[in-house]
């Protein structure tokens, strides 16, 4: 059964298209971790400015291996070491994809985490 994690960026109007931006530039980097399934980046249309990251894995152990990597440390590092504010995802690292200049694009951030029980597609 997949799991999925949703991460919740509070996004700046001012940093959306920067948020954005480093998010197509990390392109790839998920895509190649053992057990990932999915990756959708989804920007608010309802006058809020939380940002969805949403990510689906086979396991709860492939997603925990994911944070664990090299590669996401590296996607990360920088936030981090910028001082990221609010809650952090995946246990406590950086947000807002903060490669590149100026820090975080995020001033938040929280974690949800689900169980995929049903899910369908287009039929064949």
Known sequence: MS???????????????????????????????EGFEHFELLRPVDGT?????????????????????????????????????????AQGHGHGHGHGQGGPAATGAELWAFEVIESTGPAS
């Open 3 to 33: 799991v999925v994690k949703i991460n919740v960026l509070t996004v700046p109007e001012g940093m959306r298209e920067e948020l954005e931006r480093r998010f197509a530039g990390r392109a790839g980097m998920v895509e190649s971790a």
């Open 49 to 89: 400015d939380r940002y969805l990251v949403y990510t689906r894995w086979r396991s709860e152990e492939d997603f925990t291996r994911w944070t664990e990597s090299q590669a996401f440390q590296r996607g990360h590092a920088q936030a981090q070491g910028a001082g990221g504010e609010g809650q952090g995802e």
